[in-house]
């Protein structure tokens, strides 16, 4: 069975820095899926980035990019620029490629941004 | 365009009685699921449906019943409710066999007193 480990419960960054928040997870599959979620205080699940394991370059959506070691099973986000916006919680999450599409979570990292 | 509609948004229910959990989407998404969220725990997979008359279990079932009788709809049971059920609820859904992300409804917070 996969796991998804986040170590960091709660983040708190001055706005305008950069933050990482840090994802390992634990699989015997060669190819997958990882994803970063943003839940903010509305409750809502938002996609923010998606990674291909059979994809060596890593993933980047505007302020948002991963740093994915296949190898290492580690999977960090970074935010560069960080606004008040993005205070939230993130959840890592992994999904297999084959089979029924079985999203596993890992515990969630609380961010918050400070003015 | 809905999405994935969930309903009611918030419940409150005495141990012991039973409730459903509305879950509809409008894409015609062959895979749909069932999450609860509890704190420190993230989200874990309930039930989860490859298509019409198809349900399988996830990591957390005991205490709750599916079906999906259309493609549309995936309704989530409690029969007696339970306060450990006390709990964020999430549907997704997703085209099935494809690299799509799967679209969140907005979640119902169920307490079980």
């Known amino acids: 069975a996969q796991t998804v480990t986040q170590s960091q419960p709660e983040m708190s960054v001055q706005e305008a820095e950069t933050v990482t928040l840090s994802c390992t997870y634990d699989?015997?599959?060669?190819?997958?899926?990882l994803f970063w979620y943003k839940q903010p205080p509305s409750r809502q699940m938002i996609l923010v980035i998606r990674?291909?394991?059979?994809?060596?370059q890593n993933a980047t959506e505007n302020r948002f990019s991963v740093n994915f070691q296949k190898a290492a099973k580690s999977f960090s986000l970074k935010i560069s620029d960080s606004q008040l916006g993005d205070t939230a919680m993130y959840f890592c999450a992994f999904m297999r490629i084959q089979g029924a599409q079985k999203l596993v979570f890992g515990q969630g990292t609380r961010l918050t941004i400070n003015p | 365009n809905a999405g994935v509609t969930q309903t009611p948004k918030f419940q409150v229910l005495k141990t012991g009685q039973s409730m459903t959990l509305q879950c509809a989407q409008d894409?015609?998404?062959?895979?749909m699921s069932w999450y609860r969220q509890d704190p420190g725990m993230g989200l874990r997979l309930i039930h989860y449906s490859v298509g019409a008359g198809i349900t399988d279990q996830g990591e957390v079932p005991n205490g709750y019943n599916v079906s999906r009788s259309t493609t549309e709809d995936f309704p989530l049971r409690l029969l007696s409710a339970a306060p450990s059920q006390t709990s964020v609820y999430f549907c997704?859904?997703?085209?099935?066999?494809?690299?799509?992300?799967?679209?969140f409804g907005d979640g119902t917070r169920l307490s079980i007193l």
């Open positions: 894409m015609n998404h062959e895979y």
């Open positions: 997704a859904s997703s085209p099935q066999y494809s690299n799509q992300p799967q679209h």
């Open positions: 990674q291909e394991a059979y994809k060596q």
């Open positions: 699989t015997s599959e060669n190819n997958y899926y």
